[in-house]
């Protein structure tokens, strides 16, 4: 008995048959529930809010790249597709969800080299 005294006394009042609080045994998940929230939820939410946004302020003359890396420039837009001029006299129409950005190419302009 004297062997065991000292685990019984680690375990509270409780002894070893009695059961925690409620509370003791949700603070844990919640914490990681919590941090989880913050590190992966949050930020997803907050990009594809900015996504949306973009997809609704296209316009005719952007330069975009899409999803499947066509770059061109915006010739037409509908609800639900984007007409894209890929070179000259070459316009290909993609789905408005496939356009994934600003085309790095409208930074600069294009130059022939010499």
């Known amino acids: 008995m004297v062997l065991f005294?000292?685990?019984?006394?680690?375990?509270?009042?409780?002894?070893?048959?009695g059961g925690g609080g409620g509370m003791e045994v949700l603070v844990l998940p919640l914490l990681f529930f919590g941090i989880f929230y913050l590190l992966v939820f949050r930020p997803q939410q907050k990009q594809?809010?900015?996504?949306k946004e973009?997809?609704?302020?296209?316009?005719?003359g952007d330069r975009v790249v899409t999803s499947?890396?066509?770059?061109?420039?915006?010739?037409?837009?509908?609800?639900?597709?984007?007409?894209l001029e890929i070179a000259d006299k070459v316009?290909?129409?993609?789905?408005?969800?496939?356009?994934?950005?600003r085309s790095q190419e409208a930074a600069a302009p294009e130059t022939k080299p010499s």
């Open 54 to 60: 973009f997809l609704v302020n296209l316009k005719a």
């Open 68 to 83: 499947g890396g066509l770059h061109g420039e915006i010739k037409g837009l509908t609800d639900t597709t984007v007409t």
């Open 48 to 51: 594809a809010k900015k996504q």
């Open 5 to 17: 005294s000292g685990v019984a006394y680690a375990m509270g009042s409780k002894g070893v048959g």
């Open 91 to 101: 316009r290909v129409k993609v789905t408005r969800a496939a356009v994934t950005g």
